[in-house]
């Protein structure tokens, strides 16, 4: 009889399930200590994994500790001192049968009544050197009654996040006295032939290893244990959502043949791009299904991805329904109704824009010709998803830059348009990884390269004091017939240490001659503000913006040829890719230039990435190299899990194995209902309901 692939059990996880630690002898200030962190049970303790393993070097003389060593030292304090003078530090000498060191603590005062000239205690710490002697700085310690037998060889040894309230060695300590106490609450997931043949090991044997570490391939090996189990509980939700997608929410065909295709590229002036028609080709094959689309189109900025959401629009109209698009900000919304309008303005396609800055009147009349079907496309922002809004006969809803909808709009979104088909856009490229865990149950579409005539943007990087250069440079692009973007982190001195825009604005005015027509360009604006300065931008009566990130997306201005984005290194780099897409939007060779005095390792390598990379798609793989998997989902709308260990998803194969074995419990046993499976059924429900219900809208 072939082993069931899941067994009747509960899945250990970071929401914390398991005994109360009451059976654990601390005191209640302690234990509320833990709770604050989330430690509350047996297996919050197990979860409460090691940041960081160190190897140390026990039980080593003091004369044969080398600089840089984690080491364990023992012996008796024969000398303490307390410098009063900031930063204030206790110092001990400690003082073994070979020699002599330093044990340094800063602002820990506390420490000068607790050691004292014939304390016998461990210390455990990196070496270092001071005054030519060898120093413990924040050593962790342990007092003795009497000097113990020779410590064991040398092992690796657990670091666990601490706070300012409870230590990592008092942590540590917890685990070495419960460890086992707490592994039996821990109920087995898979079968050991299923872990086994994916060479995993047990969730019991993982824990141990993790927390009482023997060697570092076995951690490894319960990292990748622990991932397994966290990470297909997460694909698991996303093929509950996937299937409940194809099999019970039901959409209209819209008409894909080729004489609606003919009449639709009649209205585009331009010839459109193999990635465009590729991608087009499969929006046609998914809007001729009674599946609902449900697809992810990514793009680099300037690759046309508007257009191609137009195409599937149009196919809406065309086969009398209607279209919505949807857009974060009013000046993305304004800039989507100004350029498709014009590409409609020979057509008969009844085309509006509804945002707040919309008149009372005006939204009133959009309201009742979308409910009565008389208008066949609406743009616009979050206003779109108030009550009031009725559509006729929607049939496609297009979301763009996707990711900057809150989860409860999102989720307001998929609520009231489930058997609507949808189209998400985002122009900030998604490494592979990412797309195949946060987009899990999207279909994904990606324009790679840009239309012809179009050239990649030179990105430069400078300091401070090259500043007047640059801006000779941007006086010389304005002579030139040319404009230009300069960007702040900031709109007023509100944050000391932030360039501003009006500082910037005043920088500007010193080194450029008057007949440069500089403007602000920022949220603090009015709606009608910003409109009219973005028109005289376009027309050319403007030539520079100072600006935020406001002009992050939706700014399509293609004689600007120059951005200049001040302390750079403030921003993410998608962020600043994003920035740089606002130039190069025409043949014209554009520069962007990034000025940063942050001389740390990150910043350069962050701004290299930007310097070395034109395409957003390398920028995004760079980004995710240097951040690591962990920052990319921890920086995240909520939506997305929180994982252990999420650097495991940056492993492509390993991604694929926990998507294949949740297609094939889902496949076999769709709702979890096996006997097998109902309490991996509770255990998916438990943590992931929010996921179920917006997974599809990420």
Request: a neutral charge; aromatic letters at 6%.
């Amino acid at each position: 009889m072939q082993e069931p692939l899941i067994n009747n059990a509960i899945l250990v996880d970071a929401a914390g399930s398991g005994r109360s630690l009451a059976f654990v002898d601390i005191t209640p200030r302690r234990r509320s200590q833990l709770a604050q962190l989330g430690i509350v049970t047996t297996l919050d303790l197990l979860n409460w994994l090691p940041r960081r393993y160190e190897r140390f070097h026990h039980g080593l003389p003091v004369t044969q500790i080398k600089v840089g060593q984690m080491v364990t030292v023992q012996g008796m304090v024969v000398q303490t001192r307390l410098h009063r003078r900031r930063p204030m530090r206790f110092e001990a000498l400690l003082e073994d049968a070979s020699g002599r060191c330093v044990l340094t603590w800063f602002n820990r005062r506390d420490l000068a009544d607790k050691i004292k000239p014939e304390t016998l205690l461990h210390a455990a710490g990196k070496a270092g050197i001071y005054k030519g002697r060898i120093q413990l700085v924040q050593p962790e310690i342990k007092i003795v009654e009497k000097m113990q037998p020779a410590l064991s060889s040398d092992g690796i040894e657990p670091v666990y996040p601490a706070s300012a309230d409870v230590s990592k060695r008092f942590i540590a300590d917890l685990l070495v006295q419960h460890l086992e106490e707490c592994l039996a609450d821990v109920v087995e997931w898979f079968s050991e032939a299923h872990l086994s043949q994916r060479h995993l090991m047990p969730l019991r044997q993982a824990y141990r290893q993790l927390h009482r570490p023997v060697a570092m391939p076995e951690i490894v090996r319960a990292q990748r244990t622990i991932a397994y189990h966290e990470i297909i509980l997460f694909q698991l939700a996303l093929e509950i959502r996937r299937y409940h997608q194809k099999h019970s929410i039901v959409a209209e065909k819209l008409r894909t043949d080729n004489l609606v295709d003919q009449r639709i590229r009649a209205l585009i002036p331009f010839d459109l791009t193999p990635a465009q028609n590729r991608v087009i080709a499969e929006l046609r094959q998914d809007l001729s299904q009674v599946e609902p689309m449900n697809r992810l189109l990514q793009g680099d900025v300037g690759s046309g991805k508007t257009v191609v959401a137009l195409y599937a629009m149009l196919m809406a109209v065309a086969a009398g329904k209607q279209a919505a698009l949807l857009a974060p900000t009013e000046l993305l919304a304004e800039q989507h109704y100004e350029s498709i309008s014009q590409l409609l303005s020979n057509s008969r396609v009844q085309i509006e824009l509804l945002t707040a800055g919309v008149t009372a009147a005006k939204r009133a009349d959009i309201l009742t010709r979308l409910a009565s079907g008389e208008l066949h496309m609406v743009i616009g922002t979050h206003a779109l998803l108030g009550n009031p809004v009725e559509f006729g006969h929607l049939s496609l809803l297009v979301v763009d830059e996707q990711h900057k909808f809150g989860v409860h709009q999102r989720a307001m979104l998929r609520h009231r348009y489930a058997n609507v088909h949808t189209l998400v856009m985002t122009a900030t490229p998604i490494p592979r990884t990412l797309a195949m865990t946060w987009f899990g149950d999207l279909d994904v579409s990606t324009i790679d390269g840009l239309p012809p005539g179009r050239h990649p943007v030179s990105t430069r990087k400078v300091t401070g004091a090259q500043l007047p250069d640059v801006y000779q440079y941007m006086q010389q692009q304005i002579r030139d017939g040319r404009q230009v973007y300069v960007v702040a982190p900031a709109i007023d001195e509100g944050v000391s240490e932030l360039d501003n825009v009006n500082e910037v604005l005043g920088d500007l005015a010193r080194h450029l001659p008057a007949e440069v027509r500089i403007e602000p360009l920022h949220s603090r604006l009015s709606a009608e503000q910003r409109r009219r300065t973005m028109d005289q931008f376009r027309a050319g009566r403007i030539h520079m913006l100072v600006s935020t990130t406001i002009i992050e997306v939706g700014v399509d201005v293609p004689n600007a040829t120059v951005m200049l984005v001040r302390q750079a290194e403030r921003f993410g780099l998608a962020q600043l890719h994003q920035l740089r897409g606002r130039i190069g939007r025409s043949s014209l060779k554009s520069v962007c230039i990034l000025c940063s005095d942050d001389d740390s390792d990150e910043a350069k390598a962050r701004l290299d990435a930007l310097v070395k990379n034109a395409s957003g798609f390398r920028v995004a793989e760079e980004d995710l190299r240097i951040r690591g998997m962990g920052e990319m989902v921890g920086t995240r709308q909520s939506g997305m899990p929180e994982f252990l260990f999420p650097d495991f998803l940056l492993e492509i194969p390993f991604l694929q194995m926990t998507r294949r074995d949740a297609a094939a419990v889902v496949g076999a046993d769709p709702h979890l209902i096996a006997h097998e499976n109902i309490r991996l059924r509770h255990e998916v429900y438990r943590r992931y309901e929010a996921t179920l219900l917006l997974a599809d809208v990420a």
